[in-house]
Nanobody
Framework: VQLQASGGGLVQAGGSLRLSCAASGKIFSLNDMGWYRQAPGKQRELVAGTTSYGNTNYADSVKGRFTISRDNAKNTVYLQMNSLKPEDTAVYYC?????????????WGQGTQVTVSS
């Protein structure tokens, strides 16, 4: 399974961006999907996640500003980012997993750079 992320870029503080991540390949049924980010010198952290049932969770730092959604028919997860702040600057990675015959397979996208200028 391959994850292709897109939508990153340079934006001024207060602006918005929408990230997309499409999964392709041997997909039976994707389970959890989510977005992580990693800023220079920091560990990768969960930004937002969504289950196959549509339940969502967010990092406290993005609650009220970011919205995660998914289109199961398209095997795609989105991240709408509003009111962006310079501290949101990071490489954003999408993640998905699925279970096949009792084994959990974890997949990562290539990362997309988000830069927020002050």
């Amino acid at each position: 399974v391959q994850l292709q992320a897109s939508g990153g870029g340079l934006v001024q503080a207060g602006g918005s961006l929408r990230l997309s991540c499409a999964a392709s390949g041997k997909i039976f049924s994707l389970n959890d999907m989510g977005w992580y980010r990693q800023a220079p010198g920091k560990q990768r952290e969960l930004v937002a996640g969504t289950t196959s049932y549509g339940n969502t969770n967010y990092a406290d730092s993005v609650k009220g500003r970011f919205t995660i959604s998914r289109d199961n028919a398209k095997n795609t997860v989105y991240l709408q980012m509003n009111s962006l702040k310079p501290e949101d600057t990071a490489v954003y990675y999408c993640n998905a997993d699925q279970w096949i015959t009792g084994h959990r397979y974890d997949y990562w996208g290539q990362g997309t750079q988000v830069t927020v200028s002050s």
